[in-house]
């Protein structure tokens, strides 16, 4: 597998809750991408975590947002969730531009 | 219009048939394109990077034309294992967009006996 761990694996919330999702980066990976992928289409790109910082971002909004540690893992946490926001959450490990190594995801079901 | 558009299919093939997916992106100053596959209810995982000059890894060719900026993928003697889902994958072209990766919709192939 790549390495790449993502927990937890399932999570069930009620609409207008928060919540934070983790990933652990495969070693040597210095760069944490999030992707949301709702059933029947692409992933789409959230943001990008490049040594602790944001270094670019897609169209969501602000209630999304991460952290990158110093270990390179990262969280993602959406707030004041909303029913669309149900989607499996895939977190991808690479280092710089190199490949990107995806986890197995969260899938997260907002009620 | 979507940034990667790819046809949905679901494309339904017999063993030993040969098929092909195709796919336009709309950023001509994209950098890397790639055909990522995903299997059901698991990550993408890269399949083949695409390059101008077309490559092949076994039963699989990929090709990539930036004029018409279409990028193509053809599956040869299909297996059984073959059956997944098919994303069309396009890196951005610079600055903080370099690292994101954008994604058709995904082609759903299934191969039966």
């Known amino acids: 597998e790549t390495g790449v761990t993502q927990s937890p694996t399932h999570l069930i919330k009620t609409r207008g809750q928060q919540v934070t999702l983790r990933c652990s980066s495969q070693?040597?990976?210095?760069?944490v991408s999030w992707y949301q992928q709702a059933l029947g289409q692409g992933p789409q790109f959230i943001f990008q975590y490049y040594r602790e910082e944001e270094n670019g971002r897609g169209n969501f909004p602000p209630r999304f947002s991460g952290l990158q540690f110093p270990n390179y893992s990262s969280e993602l946490n959406v707030n004041a969730l909303e029913l669309d926001d149900s989607a499996l959450y895939l977190c991808?490990?690479?280092?710089?531009?190199?490949?990107?190594?995806f986890g197995p995801g969260t899938r997260l079901t907002v009620l | 219009r979507k940034e990667v558009e790819q046809d949905p299919g679901p494309f339904n093939v017999p063993e030993g048939a040969t098929v092909a997916f195709n796919c336009t992106y709309s950023?001509?100053?994209?950098?890397?394109f790639f055909w990522y596959r995903q299997d059901c209810r698991k990550e993408p995982k890269l399949l083949m990077s695409?390059?101008?000059s077309g490559n092949e890894d076994g039963r699989f060719t990929a090709q990539l034309n930036r004029a018409s900026q279409y990028i193509s993928l053809l599956i040869r003697d299909s297996k059984l294992s073959d059956s997944a889902t098919y994303l069309c994958?396009?890196?951005?072209?610079?600055?903080?967009?370099?690292?994101?990766?954008?994604f058709g919709q995904g082609t759903i192939l299934t191969v039966h006996p």
């Open positions: 991808a490990s690479s280092f710089g531009v190199n490949e990107q190594f």
């Open positions: 950023n001509s100053a994209s950098q890397s």
């Open positions: 695409v390059y101008s």
């Open positions: 070693s040597g990976h210095n760069t």
């Open positions: 994958v396009v890196r951005g072209s610079g600055g903080t967009s370099y690292g994101k990766l954008t």
